[in-house]
């Protein structure tokens, strides 16, 4: 079972098949601003694992119309945000497990960080109903029991990041090829055997949801700090200007982005400024100023704590790197 190919005739060029045999199948998916990959490996009858590289905005959704298919999602790295049909969003952050049931809409899914990692398992239940009358007769894992106490209430299910998940997963992204097949096999039963013992109660009390409006506030905050990157701004000014109240403002852009205000646009600044570092001839001083700091030893010192190294070593030693790398 391969979801994805059912796909690819009605999506056209937006996803397309690079590898495909026995073993598994790599796709690639093109967006207006960015491009992803998925590789798949079967694992049971029924159940297949994929892996999540996206660097974009939107998210590929599948759509055609499913039936009993389950997917369980793994974030490695940055965020996964759905739109439910009620105009409320959520967010699915780095650690955070979600399980849902593919033939159930949203308005939309996304990547606000413009950055996805994950990890993906995907049960057609009826194919795998096999397996659970053979290999999970002593776990005692019943597929549908698990679709009807996960997905029945809610149209997410969403575990925050726990010690049990990072156990489960954190392996899957490194184990060896030599032993891979195998070891999915066990990884997917070990996650069936954990959710089984979830209490879906528990983990719906740390949720916590957005309308629609203030999404799209924080999100015009977020592009209205990355255009004037060059400026300062106080959380007051961007309250009374975006016409949101700080408490919500804060919380919200949070809950989008996954960090504080200061701390997304302190990032997005060491970013540009170690663009410009190996690119520009600006000199520490007009790359300070560019990014918003009038003091260049201010910005120094932020520099070194968000990359490590001072501006001045930064730059010394990559153009040294990129020199080697070019004799070599």
Known sequence: MSYLLDDIEQHGTEIKAVVKNKNGAVFEVVGKEGRGRITCYPVFPGIELMFNDFSMGECFESISDYKNVMEINHCSQGRFETELNDGSFIYLKAGDLSVNMLGIRTKGAYFPLDRYKGVSVVIDLNTASCLSNLLMADMDVDLFSLRDKLCHEVPCFILRSIPEIDHIFAELYTVPEVIREGYFKLKVLELLLFLK???PHQSRQQLQYFNREQVNRVKQIKKFL????DQTFTLTEL?????ISMTT???CFKGVYGTTICSFV???????AAQMLLTGKESITEIAGC???NNASKFAAVFK???????MHYRKNCLIG???NSLE
């Open 197 to 199: 013992m979830i209490e």
């Open 226 to 229: 990355l255009v004037n990157i």
């Open 239 to 243: 309250s009374e200007q975006f016409n």
């Open 249 to 251: 403002m804060k919380n």
């Open 266 to 272: 302190r990032a997005y600044r060491m970013q540009i």
């Open 291 to 293: 990014v918003g700091y």
């Open 305 to 311: 704590k968000e990359m490590g190294v001072t501006p």
């Open 322 to 324: 990129a020199k080697r």
